[in-house]
């Protein structure tokens, strides 16, 4: 079973000091958090993808009609509370085994190295219908 693990920064639960205002060292440990995270998942045969997405800064959303040349415009729009700031996708036995994962990224050290507590939004990837039926 593949899941998208979906990391998310900020929104009303996620109460630690942004990452622009952690220390070298404070980043350092956790984007060693995160190689060695990705390495052991690897090693498991777990780990299909994982990609840390660009700020929000340099977003651009694109809505076509299919006819007309697409409106391409800047993100994110001042409502937004929160980004999409990365995502792992594993292949896992159980759902159970998702959730596990998603629990220690959801405990990455952060400031002070304490555990972030991020949000970390579980989906199953699902696969195409059958386009014989």
């Not at 079973?1 to 070298?24: A, F, K």
């Not at 949000?119 to 696969?127: D, G, Q």
Request: glycine share 12%.
């Amino acid at each position: 079973m593949r899941y998208m693990l979906i990391q998310n920064y900020g929104g009303v639960e996620l109460d630690c000091t942004p990452m622009s205002e952690w220390t070298p060292g404070e980043i350092k440990a956790h984007i060693e958090f995160q190689i060695a995270l990705n390495k052991d998942l690897d090693g498991n045969g777990e780990l299909v993808d994982a990609q840390g997405l660009a700020g929000p800064d340099q977003a651009k959303f694109v809505l076509s009609d299919g006819a007309s040349a697409p409106v391409v415009t800047d993100g994110p729009f001042p409502e937004g509370k929160e980004l999409l700031a990365g995502y792992r996708i594993v292949d896992v036995e159980t759902p159970e085994r998702a959730i596990e994962l998603a629990a220690r990224i959801s405990a990455a050290p952060g400031s002070g190295g304490a555990p972030i507590g991020q949000r970390i939004e579980v989906r199953e990837v699902m696969s195409a219908p059958d386009p014989e039926l």
